[in-house]
């Protein structure tokens, strides 16, 4: 976000440097022709309003607290949501590996004691 408003800024500098520039030459060399006078003075005003509205917004998400740290505010934000994401993940496994014990500890014989089962695993019942 800084990056982006330096960035700005310093276009608008630039474009102002340009339009004034522009005038100045027109000035000393005394053209006549409207046309580059009115881009001139266009460029100018133009780049006075973005440096203005660019400083302005800068100061507001300075006030809001983008520029304490590294990190943006909407990637705060963000990364807020991504934990709870984790979080609700993690507490589904919780739920899912309590449902798993409860469902093999109901396959357990008398005295707690796992039974053993016939499947595709158990190759005595083909002998």
Known sequence: MMFQLDTAFAA????LALGAGLLVVLRKWEMK???PKI???FVVIASLGGMLCTAYY???YRSQGYFTSPLMKM?????K???MKEMMKQE????????MEKMMGSESGPGGQDQPKSGPDDHSSHH
């Not at 990637?75 to 990364?79: D, P, V």
């Not at 589904?92 to 449902?99: A, G, R």
């Open 12 to 15: 608008e500098l630039m474009a």
């Open 33 to 35: 022709s409207l046309f």
């Open 39 to 41: 881009v001139g003075v």
């Open 58 to 60: 800068g100061f507001q």
């Open 75 to 79: 990637e705060k934000e963000g990364m």
């Open 81 to 83: 949501q991504d934990m």
């Open 92 to 99: 589904l496994m919780k739920e899912k590996c309590s449902m």
